[in-house]
């Protein structure tokens, strides 16, 4: 069922991708595609055909939506994650030893 699924979200990536690029844009490329566009233009009247295109593309993306939220619910489950210790617990405490003195520092001899 999740590959029959998930052969429906791939189908309805490719045709949300073929209703997206019959849009027309404001360079107005739909003539490179073929002119599918101008063709639907002509069936429905331009407008109609801008609003019929949107209107896909907005059902599409909210099936593909539906049935990914389905999938990743129902179909992948995930295993009980086992909660693992931090690397630092049940190591000792280093105890702190007072201030760190620094090295004495030689002192100049007034003969030299």
């Known amino acids: 069922m999740f590959s029959v699924l998930t052969i429906i979200v791939i189908i309805g990536a490719i045709l949300i991708i073929v209703a997206v690029l019959l849009q027309p844009g404001k ?10 566009s ?10 109609r055909a801008n609003d019929l295109l949107a209107k896909i593309t907005k059902v599409i993306a909210a099936i593909i ?3 990914v939220l389905a999938s990743n619910k129902f179909f992948i489950h995930t295993e009980q994650v086992v909660q693992q210790k931090p690397v630092t617990q049940g190591a000792e405490i280093p105890q702190q030893q007072g201030p760190l003195k620094p090295p004495p520092v030689p002192l100049p ?3 030299e």
């Open 27 to 36: 360079g107005d490329l739909t003539a490179t595609f073929g002119g599918l």
């Open 38 to 47: 101008a063709q639907f233009g002509a069936v429905f009247g331009m407008q």
């Open 65 to 67: 939506l539906i049935l």
């Open 109 to 111: 001899q007034q003969g």
